[in-house]
């Protein structure tokens, strides 16, 4: 189940008739996360034997000393009220959505009482979907800013506030987009900037930026750069192409499935999301996305919605 390359049908299911043959109770939800969470098979934590049952409550039991392990603790399904099935659901829900879906379409999907606790599951599988891809960019990479409009928390009536983006973004031979990263400087124009293309960007790749003075230090740190000054350009946009191309689809996701319903404390996450999505458009299979972030939902940590709303 935790392959490398998953395979529709094997490894996650294609269609929804398939989901629901998948997955008709919490046993087999349970079942299928335990496969995720040991790709290599269960192993007991106490004594390092294989053989388990399994006991409801989203338990293994050691066949061979007893010991109880969750497949769930520690991920964003620890400790929930909810059933592991009604999770399936929404996220199944949320993946098959080639655009996602705001908090009220989840709400409206599922049912849920109430539109807070469709706003909390919308973050927590954010947070699930922040793990996407440790890969580093590589090749060619535009670097540079871009703002967004957003909210402030807390100020009713929508006082709008502009957010700088850093964002990095691969351009291959037929300057085709590839995989996003983003990341919110603070201060805007600090050389995190600078922190946040080492961590994301391979040594050695190529860099454009537009030539603001911290970017000069990127050859000293590994990186070839390349940098074309803004206001010697005849069109702005056409200094850094795919930035440009990603904001406006970013605000364009912002506007269509958010519905500007964006605070500033929580753009991180709805960022993280993006990315998620961004980096894998071009998968035809939407099962494939469900089991991404199942993988990754098992293996991060619980928040508590009064942490959210912190
Ligand atoms: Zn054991």
């Known amino acids: 189940m935790g392959s490398e390359h998953p395979t529709g049908g094997v490894n996650y299911p294609r269609t929804y008739q398939e989901f629901r043959e998948w997955f008709p109770d919490d046993a087999a939800c349970l079942d299928y996360l335990g496969q995720l969470r040991w ?13 388990y ?16 392990t969750s497949a769930t603790a520690g991920t964003i399904f620890h400790r ?6 009604t999770w399936f659901a929404a996220i199944w829900f949320v993946t098959s959505q080639k655009n996602g879906v705001s908090a009220l379409g989840l709400q409206r999907a599922l049912g849920f009482g109430s539109y807070e606790t469709a706003w909390a599951w919308m973050q927590k599988l954010r947070r699930a979907m ?17 703002y967004v409009g957003g909210r402030s928390a807390g100020k009713k009536g929508g006082s709008t506030d502009k957010v700088v983006i850093t964002v990095a973004v691969e351009r291959d031979r037929r300057q085709r987009l590839g995989r996003v990263r983003f990341h919110i ?33 990127l050859p000293a740190m590994g990186y070839r750069h390349e940098f074309v000054r803004g206001h010697q350009a005849d069109d702005i946009t056409e200094v850094l192409p795919g930035v440009h191309r990603v904001a406006s689809l970013l ?27 961004f980096n894998r458009r071009n998968s035809t299979a939407r099962g494939m996305l469900f089991y991404r972030l199942l993988q990754q939902a098992v293996a991060t940590d619980p928040h508590p919605l009064t942490e959210l709303h912190a």
């Not at 995190?192 to 391979?202: G, K, P, S, T």
């Not at 958010?258 to 998620?276: C, I, K, W």
């Open 39 to 51: 790709p290599h098979g269960f192993m007991c934590p106490a004594c390092g034997k294989d053989r």
């Open 53 to 68: 049952w399994p006991t409801g409550k989203a338990l293994f039991m050691c066949a061979d000393c007893g010991r109880k």
């Open 80 to 85: 929930s009220h909810t059933p592991l099935s």
């Open 130 to 146: 922040v793990r996407p891809d440790r890969d580093l960019l590589s090749g060619v990479v535009e670097l540079d800013q871009i």
């Open 185 to 217: 400087p603070e201060p805007a124009n600090s050389h995190e900037q600078l922190d946040f293309a080492r961590q994301v960007i391979e040594p050695g790749s190529l860099i454009r930026t537009d030539g603001l003075l911290m970017f000069r230090q």
């Open 251 to 277: 605000k364009r996701w912002v506007a269509g499935t958010l519905h500007h319903h964006v605070s500033l404390e929580h753009l991180p996450y709805y960022l993280d999301e993006y990315a998620f999505r």
